[in-house]
């Protein structure tokens, strides 16, 4: 059998095992790392509703608490009854009712009493339960999930997770339920909230048949890609080999010519194989010196980018060349890098300066005082949005923070905003007296509640107005992109 027979023969049946066994293998492996993903996005998910239960009872939380703030000095609540309630914790348990979130607003928020009997407070999906005790044993125990509740609060310090079977709102069917619990301990309630599992496993189901229909898809092409593959590679290797057979002779008699000391013509085919190997090899001994010379002088006006090849991994000569253009080429970055830190870094005090004029200045009028310099706070690191909320203190009962100025894309916004301390990132940030800083914000993920509204940035920056570590006020910087570590100092210096 001729060599170019076995050529097409041999290829086309190696081509063919090695499709087979990369299909078989790709198919496997994406297989794993499907069902892997799968569970990664299942354990995702959990943490991200659970985290989630959280957020919405500690908003019922500071509901409740701000409400029995507001009247603790006025009465002393020793056993607080539903009928007792003041006018203001009535308005928080009404308003903690109105929550609803997960599939079909199947989520809600409960109330009741820590201690025995667990009489409940409230109940928004059964309002009958109201103020009675009710006793509803957790499957296959003789344990009151009331009780659960409690034990739950005693044993993890105050909250906690507990997973049961709960009746599901509109229907009679009991299902697995996840819940968040918080104890609220001066009026000795116990605020929970909690999703059921199926809930969690349809969003699962939704990414497991997203993933399968991909599966089914790579397996498709791949199987398509592999015949033709294999009707190309049998056709057209068959004419290859006599290419074959015609190029090794030609090799041959440039070979015995050189063996007489005659000096063969260079080779212009442009082969990729073994022999344009040899081929290439023979050229690049007469071409190399003439590469070096044009590479080094392409070094020498600066030009770092110029395009060279060795001769071999082991050319020592075009690799130190290479070498050296890669330090020089890491010297210039370094001073690149060095000039513009050095840039930012003289803007930033010039900031630093503006503002301080700006504030020596002053102006009789703060809300021009305020938009001066979120304006020009704006500006000057180029975002998009900005606010200055001022704490007005004027009634020690009534503290809250106002909006005095914001400013949106260049143009001054008037809006009337005033934010309770603790309420919302802005009221956050003023209460804990730190920054808030966010970002990669997931769209559809969740409504984040900011001072200027409920636009989704990119990135968002609360910081406090302190002096003194006494609280003035609240700038809030939202942007379409992620404001960087240079500009966040750079505004809590500001600031």
């Known amino acids: 059998m001729k060599i170019r027979t076995k050529i097409p023969l041999f290829t086309s049946v190696t081509v063919l095992i090695t499709i087979l066994a990369i299909t078989v293998y790709s198919v496997l492996d994406y297989r794993s790392r499907t069902l892997n993903s799968i569970e990664s996005y299942k354990l995702e998910q959990t943490e991200i509703i659970k985290n989630q239960l959280k957020d919405n009872v500690n908003s019922a939380y500071n509901m409740i608490d701000k409400a029995y703030s507001s009247i603790k000095d006025s009465y002393r609540y020793n056993s607080v009854k539903i ?76 909250e906690g997770f507990l997973e049961y079977d709960y009746y599901k709102p509109g229907t009679n069917e009991k299902i697995p339920k996840i819940s968040f619990i918080k104890l609220y301990e001066p009026l000795r309630w116990v605020i929970g909230t909690g999703i059921y599992i199926d809930y969690i496993e349809k969003i699962v189901s939704d ?27 049998s056709l057209s290797l068959f004419y290859f080999g006599k290419s074959i057979t015609d190029s090794i002779y030609n090799v041959r008699q440039k070979l015995f010519k050189m063996s007489k000391g005659q000096i063969a013509e260079l080779d212009k085919s442009l082969r990729k194989d073994e022999i344009g190997d040899m081929n290439r090899s023979l050229n690049s001994l007469i071409t190399g010196v003439t590469k070096y010379s044009e590479f080094a002088s392409d070094i020498e006006k600066g030009n770092l980018n110029a395009d060279f090849v060795p001769l071999s991994n082991e050319d020592i000569l075009g690799n130190s060349l290479l070498d050296m253009r890669e330090s020089l080429k890491k010297a210039r ?13 003289n803007r930033a005090n010039e900031g630093y300066t503006m503002f301080s004029e700006l504030m020596r200045k002053g102006s009789e009028d703060i809300y021009e005082l305020s938009y001066s310099i979120i304006s020009n706070l704006v500006s000057y690191i180029n975002l998009n949005q900005g606010g200055i909320f001022i704490l007005n203190d004027d009634d020690k009962e009534n503290i ?79 942007s379409l992109k992620v404001i960087d570590d240079f500009d966040i100092k750079f505004v809590e210096k500001v600031s």
């Not at 970055?333 to 870094?345: A, G, I, T």
């Not at 007296?433 to 920056?461: C, D, H, M, V």
Request: glycine share 6%; net charge neutral.
């Open 83 to 158: 009928n007792d309630f003041d006018i203001k914790l009535k308005h928080a348990v009404r308003n903690i009712e109105q929550i609803t979130f997960g599939d079909e607003g199947s989520g809600y928020i409960w109330i009741n009493e820590v201690d025995p009997p667990y009489t409940v407070i409230m109940h928004p999906i059964y309002p009958r339960m109201n103020g009675t005790v009710q006793v509803f044993y957790i499957q296959d125990t003789k344990q009151n999930v009331y009780e659960a509740f409690a034990d739950v609060i005693h044993e993890k310090k105050g």
């Open 207 to 233: 990414k497991t048949k997203e993933l399968n229909e991909r599966t089914t898809r790579m397996i498709t092409i791949i199987i398509i890609f592999g015949v033709l593959l294999i009707s190309v590679a």
């Open 333 to 345: 970055l370094e001073e690149k890098k060095r000039r513009l830190e050095n840039e930012r870094r």
């Open 400 to 478: 809250y923070l106002e909006l005095s100025a914001s400013i949106a894309y260049n143009r001054r916004k008037f809006t009337e905003k005033k934010i309770n301390i603790g309420d919302s990132l802005v009221g956050a940030c003023a209460y804990e007296k730190q920054k808030i800083f966010i970002e990669n914000i997931p769209e559809n993920y969740t409504e984040i509640r900011s001072g200027l509204g409920t636009a989704q940035p990119k990135s968002l920056l609360i910081v406090p107005l302190l002096m003194e570590d006494n609280l003035i006020g609240v700038i809030e910087l939202a």
